[in-house]
């Protein structure tokens, strides 16, 4: 499973259309989910990277009804509304780590809406030069004696042939 996958309307791209499909599987399982909308403004000076997720009083949490997309747009309801709401969007980026799915609406290219699923935080251990070892039965031990931590991490064949795909 790839950590971030784009779909973008007017991409050429190989995986254009495998994405589409994932991002909107993606979209259409969240369907009677608890969501986290939320609105930012792309600054035009740093773009993305200075964008503040903090949570703004605008943000909403709501459980999400008959999420579906459909020649470039995404629809939903809420619980309490008869309405079918549906923003046409440009690009669609989805972070599969952090279940977050970025949407850029088509006619307003300035912004950008997050959709997350509420409660999902990884917490980051933060090893700087650790040591390493592979232990015999496919273990990988990461360690920082300063630090006083040991991670232990069990990886399956395809993990360890993903490992020396990424270093190679």
């Keep these: 499973m790839q950590f971030k996958i784009t779909w ?8 254009n259309s ?3 499909e994932a991002i909107a599987q993606w ?8 969501i986290i909308w939320v609105e930012r403004l792309i600054p035009q000076i740093g773009g993305m990277s200075e964008i503040h997720w ?14 579906k997309f459909w020649e470039g747009t995404l629809y939903w309801s809420k619980p309490d509304s008869p309405v079918e709401r549906n923003t046409a969007v ?3 980026e989805l972070d599969n780590l952090q279940q977050q799915l970025y949407v850029y609406p088509q006619l307003e290219s300035e ?12 917490q980051t251990l933060e090893l700087k ?19 006083e931590l040991e991670v232990k991490i069990a990886l399956s064949s ?8 990424l270093l190679a």
């Design 8 to 15: 973008q309307s007017d991409s050429n791209s190989s995986e």
């Design 18 to 20: 495998a994405n589409l």
């Design 27 to 34: 979209w259409k399982n969240l369907n009677g989910k608890e």
């Design 54 to 67: 903090e949570p703004q009083r605008f943000d909403e949490t709501f459980t999400i009804v008959n999420p």
């Design 90 to 92: 440009h690009k669609l």
């Design 111 to 122: 912004l950008v809406i997050r959709i997350g699923i509420p409660g999902l935080k990884y």
């Design 129 to 147: 030069n650790p040591e390493i070892a592979l232990l015999d039965d496919k273990i990988l031990l990461l360690w920082d004696g300063t630090q």
């Design 158 to 165: 395809e993990n360890i042939a993903k490992i020396k795909e």
